[in-house]
């Protein structure tokens, strides 16, 4: 385990961003079922900004990802153009800051403080999920208009998964995954061949933000969205990438502080609802219902199995990469039915 001076890397990012302003306190806000590592941090000027420290992946793509987000927020249009929070900028340019000493790279982005509002109930009623189905159609169609003129990405969902191959063929990649390589390899393969035969490149293209749990974003007293924070599964892909976590809000079971990741909440009927409402708004493709399955197969993939150490605290990890090897991986193919949503939906080729 790496030991980091988070707050005197912190430190030195504000000195460099500006110097005449000093740093009186860091505080600590990280979620603590994650590794994300988020800061409150106040000045002596009494004002206040978060900081976000990261230190895995590649820093090209932590700084384009910021710079991509910040160019969201600033070109969403009412009711949506408060609803993230806004990097600081120097010399015209989102600032991130990167320290690199031996085998330490960790990098820092820092924004200004976004108000929340009401988190949603653990247990959302019918009512609520036809508003929330409603609510994230809307609230997409707004980041599919933006999207056109946003920073390109060099991420896709390919190369994320091309990534998880050459891991295996790693000899690092070789001793982490011993067990479980060839099961991940087929995976891989039939990801890759199932959104060739999708034509998943013909999707609306936009910016998504994958992890919708509750405790990501607030909302108004009409349920309307009133603002979204932690952006560490952000990209630019499709809509579909964000369908799993609506369908975990929408679920039966609710909320829950001890949580596992099975496929079968994409076809319980409280999704349904949501699906509808949803489709009333900005209606779906059969592909895109399709995709489904593999948008829920590249999450498991690339944020549990790939990305899983990195996100959660070791306990989960383990917990939840044991469960994505015996239960959810193989549930795959048996545990979603596209055919139950086109026929709710009216949906045909």
Known sequence: MRIIDYPAIIKEAWHQYDPNREVLSIEDISARVSTNH??????DSEEMVIAKLSYFGVYEHFRE?????????????????????????????VYTY??????????????????????LPRRLNEAEIQKFGKEMAAFHKACHRVGKVLPKSSKTVRTDIQELQNILQSEAG?????????AIKNHCDQFIRNIDA?????????????DWNIGNFSVDEDLSLFSRWDYDWFRISNRIMDFYFFSRVV???GDRTVFSYGIRTLNEPRFLLFLKAYH????????????????????????????????????????????????????IEDGFDPDLILRELSITD
């Open 38 to 43: 988020v800061f409150r941090v106040r000045l």
């Open 65 to 93: 990802d910021h710079r991509i987000i910040h160019s969201l927020a600033n070109n969403l249009l009412y009711p949506y153009e408060n609803v993230l929070a806004k990097s600081l900028v120097k010399n015209n340019q």
């Open 98 to 119: 990167r320290h690199k000493q031996g085998i330490t790279d960790t990098w820092v982005v820092f924004y200004n403080p976004i108000r929340s509002a009401h988190r």
């Open 174 to 182: 070789q001793f982490e995954y011993r067990l479980h390589i060839d």
């Open 198 to 210: 999708l034509k998943i490149s013909t999707f609306d293209r936009m910016p998504v933000f994958v």
């Open 251 to 253: 679920s039966d079971v």
């Open 280 to 331: 009333a708004v900005y209606p779906l493709t059969a592909n895109e219902v399709r995709f489904m399955k593999e948008a829920y197969r590249f999450f498991i993939l690339n944020y549990v199995i790939k990305y899983g150490r990195y996100f959660f605290h070791r306990t989960y990890a383990t917990k939840l990469q044991k469960e994505a090897y015996e239960i959810h991986l193989p549930s």
